[in-house]
C-alpha cells in the first residue's frame, strides 16, 4: 500500500506505553490507511509489544535504552520513501499525519516539524508551562548559534524524506535527539518547514518518561557539543577574544608602570599576561585548524546526502 505512489511509513519509538500504543496505531491507520507502521519497543517492562502485536504493527525491539538508540535503529532498519516519526504516548494528533506528509512531497522538503498547540482547557496537563518555556529558551539557544526559523524545536511529531533519514548519523542516545536532528538539518542546509498541529493530554494511566532537569540539562550540553564540533572557529575564536582582553586588561598598570619610571616591578604579572596572551593566540590557531575540518566533514555529509534519492520510487 502508499500513500500518493510512495511507501511512507511511521517510526514510533516507545517505552512502557502499553496503555497508549494501541490508540496510537489505530488513530494513524484511520488517518492514513496506507502507511506501514513500526513499533520500536525500547525494551519495555510492560506489555507494549504484546499490545502492538494485537494490533498487527510491526514490533522492533532496541535492547539499548534511550530515544536516539532507537531513532539510530529506526533510520537503519526501515525502508520508505517517507518516514513519520510520532511519540507512543497519544499525545500528538494523527489526523495531521497527512498534512505534514503533504506539505513535505509537495514543496519537496526533507523535513516537516509539528508545532505543538494546546488547547486551554488542557494545557496544564498535556504542556505545562514550565515545558513551553524550557522548549522556547533551548530552541532559542539553538537558533542564535545555528540561524534558522524553528517554532518548537524539541517536537517529537516529523516527517522526514528518504534521503534525510539514511544521511543522519544519530549520535546521541537519549530525548536530546530531537536537537541533533533540527542541527543535522540546519548544518546541510536542507529545505525544511513546519505545521501546527494539536497537543493534546496523555491516556488516563499513562505516565511521562520525560525529567524536566535532567533532560533539559541533557539537551542543553548537547547543544554546547554541537557548538563546539560543528561551529569551531566562533567558539575558539570567542575563547581567544576573551583571554586576549583578559592579558590586555591585567597588563595595562604594568605598562603604565614602565612608561614612567622605565622598571618591570611585577614580573610574575608580566609573565601571567603573556602567558594568557600566547593561550589567545593558540586558541585562535585551533579554531582556524578545526573550521577547515569542519568544513570537510561537511561537504562529506552533504555529499553522501545528495547520493541519496529524494524518493526511491516514482510517485503514481
Same mark, same amino acid.
Given at each position: 500500500?502508499?500513500? %500518493? #505512489?510512495?511507501?511512507?511509513?511511521?517510526?514510533?519509538?516507545?517505552?512502557?506505553?502499553?496503555?497508549?500504543?494501541? %490508540?496510537?496505531?489505530?488513530?494513524?491507520?484511520?488517518?492514513?490507511?496506507?502507511?506501514?507502521?513500526?513499533?520500536?519497543?525500547?525494551?519495555?517492562? /510492560?506489555?507494549?509489544?504484546?499490545?502492538?502485536?494485537?494490533?498487527?504493527?510491526?514490533?522492533?525491539?532496541?535492547?539499548? @535504552?534511550?530515544?536516539?538508540? &532507537?531513532?539510530?535503529?529506526?533510520?537503519?532498519?526501515?525502508?520508505?520513501?517517507?518516514?513519520?516519526?510520532? /511519540?507512543?504516548?497519544?499525545?500528538?494528533? !494523527?489526523? $495531521?499525519?497527512?498534512?505534514?506528509? /503533504?506539505?513535505?512531497?509537495?514543496?519537496?522538503?526533507?523535513?516537516?516539524?509539528?508545532?505543538? =498547540?494546546?488547547? =486551554?482547557?488542557?494545557? +496544564?496537563?498535556?504542556?505545562?508551562?514550565?515545558? %513551553?518555556? +524550557?522548549?522556547?529558551?533551548? *530552541? =532559542?539557544? !539553538?537558533?542564535?548559534?545555528?540561524?534558522? +526559523?524553528?517554532?518548537?524545536?524539541?517536537?517529537?511529531?516529523?516527517?522526514? $524524506?528518504?534521503?534525510?533519514?539514511?544521511?543522519?548519523?544519530?549520535?546521541?542516545?537519549?530525548?536530546?535527539?530531537?536537537?541533533?536532528?533540527?542541527?543535522?538539518?540546519?548544518?546541510?542546509?536542507?529545505?525544511?518547514?513546519?505545521?501546527?498541529?494539536?497537543? #493534546?493530554?496523555?491516556?488516563?494511566?499513562?505516565?511521562?518518561?520525560?525529567?524536566?532537569? @535532567?533532560?533539559?540539562?541533557?539537551?542543553?550540553?548537547?547543544?554546547?557539543?554541537?557548538?563546539?564540533?560543528?561551529?569551531?572557529?566562533?567558539?575558539?575564536?570567542?575563547? !581567544? *577574544?576573551?583571554?586576549?582582553?583578559?592579558? &590586555?586588561?591585567? $597588563?595595562?598598570?604594568?605598562?603604565?608602570?614602565?612608561?614612567?619610571?622605565?622598571?618591570?616591578?611585577?614580573?610574575?604579572?608580566?609573565?601571567?599576561? !603573556?602567558?594568557?596572551?600566547?593561550?589567545?593566540?593558540?586558541?585562535?590557531?585551533? +579554531?582556524?585548524?578545526?573550521?577547515?575540518?569542519?568544513? #570537510?566533514?561537511?561537504?562529506?555529509?552533504?555529499?553522501?546526502?545528495?547520493?541519496?534519492?529524494?524518493? $526511491? %520510487?516514482?510517485?503514481?
Amino acid at each position: 500500500m502508499s500513500y %500518493q #505512489g510512495l511507501k511512507i511509513a511511521l517510526v514510533v519509538p516507545c517505552y512502557n506505553e502499553e496503555t497508549a500504543i494501541a %490508540q496510537v496505531i489505530c488513530g494513524f491507520r484511520e488517518a492514513m490507511p496506507g502507511i506501514d507502521i513500526f513499533i520500536f519497543d525500547n525494551h519495555s517492562t /510492560d506489555h507494549t509489544a504484546d499490545v502492538a502485536r494485537a494490533e498487527n504493527a510491526n514490533v522492533i525491539n532496541v535492547p539499548l @535504552r534511550g530515544k536516539g538508540n &532507537v531513532v539510530r535503529r529506526m533510520f537503519a532498519d526501515v525502508e520508505a520513501d517517507i518516514f513519520v516519526m510520532v /511519540d507512543g504516548d497519544a499525545t500528538y494528533d !494523527a489526523l $495531521s499525519v497527512t498534512k505534514l506528509v /503533504d506539505k513535505l512531497i509537495d514543496e519537496r522538503l526533507d523535513m516537516v516539524v509539528g508545532c505543538r =498547540q494546546t488547547q =486551554q482547557e488542557v494545557a +496544564g496537563a498535556a504542556y505545562r508551562k514550565g515545558h %513551553q518555556w +524550557g522548549n522556547w529558551m533551548l *530552541t =532559542q539557544s !539553538a537558533l542564535l548559534i545555528f540561524g534558522g +526559523g524553528f517554532t518548537d524545536m524539541l517536537s517529537g511529531y516529523r516527517a522526514f $524524506s528518504r534521503r534525510y533519514a539514511k544521511s543522519f548519523p544519530a549520535l546521541s542516545e537519549g530525548f536530546e535527539i530531537e536537537t541533533e536532528l533540527t542541527v543535522h538539518a540546519l548544518e546541510l542546509r536542507m529545505p525544511y518547514g513546519e505545521v501546527m498541529t494539536p497537543y #493534546g493530554a496523555r491516556p488516563e494511566g499513562s505516565e511521562s518518561k520525560l525529567s524536566t532537569y @535532567r533532560d533539559g540539562w541533557r539537551i542543553l550540553k548537547t547543544i554546547f557539543r554541537l557548538y563546539v564540533s560543528e561551529r569551531p572557529f566562533s567558539f575558539y575564536g570567542l575563547c !581567544a *577574544t576573551l583571554m586576549a582582553f583578559i592579558s &590586555v586588561f591585567i $597588563s595595562i598598570p604594568i605598562i603604565a608602570e614602565y612608561y614612567h619610571t622605565g622598571l618591570v616591578p611585577r614580573f610574575p604579572t608580566a609573565f601571567l599576561s !603573556a602567558a594568557i596572551m600566547i593561550c589567545a593566540l593558540l586558541s585562535f590557531m585551533c +579554531g582556524l585548524i578545526l573550521d577547515n575540518v569542519t568544513r #570537510g566533514r561537511h561537504e562529506m555529509k552533504r555529499l553522501a546526502y545528495l547520493a541519496i534519492p529524494l524518493f $526511491s %520510487q516514482k510517485r503514481s
